[in-house]
């Protein structure tokens, strides 16, 4: 299966991380992995889950949802609640922006993670963790500037895809490589070098440890890019 627009098998999609997308949240970001396009915002809200109060810790979650024509055919909306899929996302985006804190010595106040899927063509989590890394800092910053608190953002976080699509390793996998690939992955990264997560599986035979090898060193490279963007869109 080739690959849209020429693109070689260790090339990222065209990566755009738009902050300061949302006026009204303390920290957010519009992050475009090709054709994915996730809002992302950090808003900073008083108070913490009961089970943290009286800590004078604070807290970090994450929601995810994907709107309704965000894929070739209308989805509904969760209304109910998140599903199965939906809610392992949003405790994965939570997991990985947990990550980039140093502590959470910023009082009894919980940083609430927002991404929205406008436009969904693989890799939504990633791209949604991401993005949600520089609203994440961003907010962070408004916080310590707000509250007289430490800063508590540590590290950047990125996270990418990688599989195996008729025997090649590929980095970034849009939608029809992710669903035809013998092996999947998404690896969450916090710089330099450090892992937070990895999501594997085959979809058919089983793969060796030399392949996994190739595709966790593609996914580190891969993430190194996106510090890069993530650097240069908060300026750093």
């Known amino acids: 299966m080739a690959r849209a627009e020429g693109r070689g098998a260790q090339e990222l999609r065209t990566v755009s991380?738009?902050?300061?997308?949302n006026p009204y949240a303390e920290g957010s970001c519009l992050v475009r992995m090709g054709n994915t396009v996730v809002h992302c915002t950090?808003?900073?809200?008083?108070g913490v889950?009961?089970?943290?109060?009286?800590?004078?810790l604070g807290w970090m979650t994450a929601e995810y949802a994907m709107l309704p024509r965000a894929t070739s055919e209308r989805t509904a909306r969760e209304r109910r609640g998140p599903g199965g899929r939906t809610a392992e996302i949003q405790r994965l985006i939570g997991r990985s922006l947990r990550a980039a804190l140093k502590d959470f010595d910023f009082g009894e106040r919980t940083l609430h993670?927002?991404?929205d899927v406008l436009q969904a063509d693989g890799g939504t989590r990633t791209a949604a963790i991401t993005g949600s890394a520089v609203a994440a800092a961003d907010a962070c910053g408004w916080m310590a500037q707000e509250h007289g608190v430490n800063n508590p953002f540590a590290s950047l976080v990125s996270a990418i895809s990688v599989g195996i699509v008729d025997e090649e390793v590929r980095l970034d996998l849009e939608y029809a490589e992710d669903s035809a690939a013998q092996v999947?992955?998404?690896v969450v990264v916090a710089e330099p070098d450090l892992l937070v997560e990895v999501q594997g599986t085959a979809e058919g035979r089983p793969f060796s440890r030399a392949r996994f090898d190739e595709l966790l060193d593609?996914?580190?490279a891969g993430a190194k890019q996106l510090f890069g963007e993530q650097r240069r869109a908060l300026g750093w």
Do not use: I, T
Not at 17 to 21: G, I, Q, V
Not at 42 to 46: A, R, W
């Open 17 to 21: 991380l738009e902050r300061n997308m």
């Open 42 to 46: 950090v808003s900073v809200e008083e």
């Open 49 to 56: 889950p009961r089970w943290r109060r009286g800590s004078g």
């Open 113 to 115: 993670v927002d991404c």
């Open 184 to 186: 999947d992955a998404n």
């Open 218 to 220: 593609l996914a580190v």
